[in-house]
């Protein structure tokens, strides 16, 4: 069944980096379009960005536009979020998700 | 952007009670829209898609419907196991939106 696994989640300073990474398995991979999606503490869902199969169509909330760069490999069944710029606001839990298949998410704590 | 308004943002229900959260769009989105279901600590989890479709495995007692702007979801007898917080996402197009959640508790 599908698989996706969320990892480089952990605690940097405002204005630092994190590269996220989601293992992918149980599914082509490369057929399908994937998206991150966050949750701050005790907040709602929010979609962050989005990245078609081949990776040639990609959108970015207002939010995060400029700061992060989604990614994939579909060699490596794998999806990747590269976060700069971290601020406070972008604590969350972030979600790898193709469709309504979630990730169990990872923590990013941007504080200092 | 599309905003989705869900209501009411709580709610507090007997086991055994019919449960009805609605979700409004801001313009027409067909029935591009999921329900999830998102229980402390864990991920959301996919109830129902394109509005009134069930997911594989999911209980009878979830249901879905509408189109347009307006949705309903509803859990027609609510069990103790479906306490959590739900909620609607259009996916008719970027940014795709979620609405703010219904926190369901037991009376």
């Known amino acids: 069944q599908v698989q996706l696994v969320e990892s480089g989640g952990g605690l940097v300073k405002p204005g630092g980096s994190l590269r996220l990474s989601c293992a992918a398995s149980g599914f082509t991979f490369s057929d399908y379009y994937m998206s991150w999606i966050r949750q701050a503490p005790g907040k709602g869902l929010e979609w962050v960005s989005y990245?078609?199969?081949?990776?040639?169509?990609?959108y970015y909330a207002d939010s995060v536009k400029g700061r992060f760069t989604i990614s994939r490999d579909n060699a490596k069944n794998s999806l990747y979020l590269q976060m700069n710029s971290l601020r406070a606001e972008d604590t969350a839990v972030y979600y790898c998700?193709?469709?309504?298949?979630w990730g169990q998410g990872t923590l990013v704590t941007v504080s200092s | 952007d599309i905003q989705m308004t869900q209501s009411p943002s709580s709610l507090s229900a007997s086991v055994g009670d019919r449960v009805t959260i609605t979700c409004q769009a801001s313009q027409d989105i067909s029935n591009y829209l999921n329900w999830y279901q998102q229980k402390p600590g864990k991920a959301p989890k996919l109830l129902i898609y394109?509005?009134?479709n069930l997911e594989t495995g999911v209980p009878s007692r979830f249901s879905g419907s509408g189109s347009g702007t307006d949705f309903t979801f509803t859990i027609s007898s609510l069990q103790p196991e479906d306490i959590a917080t739900y909620y609607c996402q259009q996916y008719y197009n970027l940014p795709w939106t979620f609405g703010q959640g219904t926190k369901v508790e037991i009376k």
């Open positions: 990245m078609s199969s081949s990776g040639s169509t990609i």
């Open positions: 394109d509005a009134s």
């Open positions: 998700a193709r469709g309504g298949a």
